[in-house]
């Protein structure tokens, strides 16, 4: 059985107030609720220390939405893998699209994060996705395999089995515009082939999440997938109530 995971990105949103209400009301709905999926949240850097107190002993787990591609020094502005795990982090976002689209990341850069991330303990949640342009000419195949093969392919197994990946077409992220279960049980099943093909049975045990205007009135047809193990939630994780009804959807 895969782990099913309902991740919240908040990405440049909620002041530390208004994050910790945020937290406060997903853990009293989750009380109430008790969903299946694990839950993490992904806030904003500066709110990781006050919310890593918030969630200890929740069972909810602490991601960033980033991390520095080195270890320590003089990378001024940057946050590392070592200090995010000695705040709590369970887990690191990386790779999300509108890193890769609006600060230059890089599979060169990602193969470095996703090694640091490793070795400090963190598990990487590795964001992959064509943009619309690629899926038109019908490229969004080989767009992914080749994000895939570019950071993945040089860890040993051992390291791969602990990634999670979060397939995120761009084209659906924040417009509304959602993936048909169709679409996205047909390239899950497609990246697991990949992931197949170089590490063999491990890629049965790799959760692979969706991403794009995921909201509680198409989660439960996507989650539905065989080979869609949970979601990468932006816009609706910002509500608590939308959150939490994404995470009982399976
Ligand atoms: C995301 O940015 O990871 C995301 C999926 O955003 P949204 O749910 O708002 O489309």
């Known amino acids: 059985m895969r ?4 991740a919240g990105n908040w990405k440049m949103n909620t002041t530390i107030s ?28 500066t709110h990781l220390a006050t919310i890593s107190k918030l969630l200890q002993g929740s069972g909810v787990a602490l991601s960033s939405q980033n991390c520095a591609d080195e270890l320590s020094g003089a990378y001024t502005g940057e946050v590392s893998a070592s200090m995010l795990n000695a705040v709590g982090c369970e887990y690191v ?11 230059g990341e890089t599979s060169a850069k990602l193969v470095k994060k996703v090694k640091l991330s490793l070795a400090n303990n963190l598990t990487p949640i590795f964001c992959i996705g064509e943009k619309l342009e690629e899926r038109e000419a019908n490229k969004h195949f080989e767009v992914v395999e080749e994000q895939i093969k570019e950071v993945l392919f040089g860890l040993d197994p ?7 990946i979060a397939y995120e077409p761009v084209w659906a992220i924040g417009t509304g515009k959602t993936a048909t279960s169709a679409q996205a049980q047909e390239i899950h099943k497609y990246i697991r082939e990949v992931l197949a093909g170089k590490f063999g049975e491990l890629a049965q ?22 080979d869609v193990d949970g979601g ?4 609706a ?8 009804a994404i995470a009982k959807a399976f």
Do not use: M
């Open 232 to 235: 990468l939630i932006g816009g």
């Open 93 to 103: 976002i990386l790779g999300h699209s509108e890193r890769r689209e609006y600060y």
């Open 237 to 244: 994780s910002l509500v608590a109530a939308d959150f939490i």
């Open 158 to 164: 051992e390291d791969f089995a602990k990634i999670v």
């Open 18 to 45: 208004e994050g910790e209400l945020l937290v406060n009301q997903i853990l009293t709905l989750k009380k109430e609720s008790q969903p299946e999926a694990e839950l993490i949240v992904a806030p904003p850097f």
């Open 3 to 6: 782990k099913k995971i309902v």
């Open 205 to 226: 045990n790799t959760p692979i999440l969706y991403g794009g205007s995921c909201k509680p009135s198409n989660a439960a047809e996507i989650f539905a997938q065989p």
